[in-house]
């Protein structure tokens, strides 16, 4: 197992479209990081550079220390599993699993040690005998990983895994998916995803990208609680955080911001005395959204309601310059449509933003 390095990585596709530029990230061994961000920021084509099956432009991509740039995927030390699965559909479970040991003329006891304990693990054992074709989706992507796990990898490598599984069927092999990296913990893991679901619980860091590059880089917690711009506190959460413009005018261990719509909003961001009069955007998500008799936030007529069960979203009309504001408050609420609602929020929860980037970080 490994630490992955890469340094000032860039893709340009036929030597002009440039997708990526200068990502620098280390990986260390027994992390699993997810790659997150917009269709098309260059996920899978940064998952592809780390497998080998797509050329490195610019830059270094280092596995356990060596510069892999030129290695061929096969001699990596990584094993890709595919949104597709990719099976053998003429192949029993066991032979798929073997296939790659086969190749590499492994002794027969050692293949059958390896498929044993990927079996184990992955919860495959009466199935060794069957063929792909009579196996579930989310059994057929357990036999994708347990034919990558008998190969040892140094990294595994998932892109959109789950994908292709129903709601429920991907939430039990995200579990599952969760258990194995617990079962193996000395396992580098990069996994590419679109569900915010499976970046927050499985990563133990998450990369955001975003405009070829890295917007962010931390823990799940992190970048919910303390994104660094406007971009990753959007992207992070559902629905988006909301963002009020308006002005600094109380600075010191709390910042007073008068919002544009007449509000008053207060954050623990520390602010200096310099600060007065800065122009800002205020974040908050709609879920540290309070209602309350006293000082708001935010006055609005409920536009919208959408009752989930567990909570209740509210849609306010936009007022003045500011975007639409969304609540989400615990519980019930059908009754609320077309009434006035005052909300505030927790300061600890409330970020601020100027020039799209987050002042906590200055
Ligand atoms: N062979 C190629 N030639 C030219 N451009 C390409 C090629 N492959 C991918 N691209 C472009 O590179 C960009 C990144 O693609 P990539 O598939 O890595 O994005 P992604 O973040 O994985 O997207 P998605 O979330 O939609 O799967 C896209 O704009 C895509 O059109």
């Given at each position: 197992m490994a630490d992955l390095k890469l340094t000032d990585v860039g893709k340009k596709y036929g030597g002009k479209i440039e997708v990526l530029k200068n990502i620098n990230l280390d990986i260390k061994q027994g992390e699993l990081v997810v790659f997150v961000g917009p269709s098309g920021c260059g996920k899978s084509t940064l998952l592809r550079m780390i497998a080998g099956l797509e050329q490195i432009t610019d830059g270094t991509l280092e596995i356990g220390g060596s510069v892999v740039n030129?290695?061929?995927?096969?001699?990596?030390?990584?094993?890709?599993?595919?949104?597709?699965?990719?099976?053998?559909?003429?192949?029993?479970?066991?032979?798929?699993?073997?296939f790659a040991m086969k190749i590499?003329?492994?002794?027969?006891?050692?293949?059958?040690?390896?498929?044993?304990?990927?079996?184990?693990?992955l919860q495959l054992e009466d199935y060794l005998d069957r063929l792909p074709k009579a196996l579930s989706g989310g059994q057929r992507q357990r036999v994708a990983i347990g034919r990558a796990i008998v190969r040892d990898p140094q990294v595994y490598l998932f892109d959109e895994p789950l994908s292709n599984l129903d709601a429920a069927?991907?939430?039990?092999?995200?579990?599952?998916?969760?258990?194995?990296?617990?079962?193996m913990p000395d396992?580098?893991?990069?996994?590419?995803?679109?569900?915010?679901?499976?970046?927050?619980?499985?990563a133990s860091r998450i990369v955001v990208l975003a405009n070829k590059g890295i917007a962010q880089v931390g823990t799940p917690l992190e970048l919910y609680e303390r994104p660094e711009n406007e971009f990753v506190a959007q992207f992070i959460g559902s629905p988006a955080m909301n963002l009020m413009s308006g002005e600094i005018v109380g600075t010191g261990a709390q910042t007073t911001v008068k919002l544009d719509t007449g509000g008053t909003a207060i954050s623990a961001v520390p602010t200096q005395a310099a600060d007065m009069g800065l122009r800002v955007n205020i974040g908050v998500r709609p879920e540290d959204m309070i209602q309350t008799d006293g000082d708001p936030l935010f006055t609005g007529m409920v536009n919208i309601t959408e009752a989930l069960g567990e909570v209740t979203l509210l849609y306010f009309t936009p007022v003045g310059d500011n975007e639409p504001v969304i609540a989400k408050l615990p519980g019930i609420h059908r009754d609320i449509r077309g009434s006035s609602v005052s909300l505030t929020a927790d300061p600890a929860k409330v970020q601020i933003f100027h020039n799209g980037q987050s002042l906590y970080y200055r």
């Open positions: 030129d290695i061929p995927p096969a001699q990596r030390g990584i094993a890709m599993v595919f949104q597709s699965y990719a099976l053998y559909p003429h192949m029993t479970v066991r032979d798929n699993m073997a590499a003329k492994k002794p027969q006891a050692e293949i059958d040690a390896a498929i044993d304990k990927a079996a184990k693990i069927l991907r939430v039990a092999t995200r579990i599952e998916i969760a258990q194995l990296k617990e079962a396992s580098t893991m990069i996994y590419v995803t679109h569900d915010q679901v499976e970046a927050m619980t499985l």
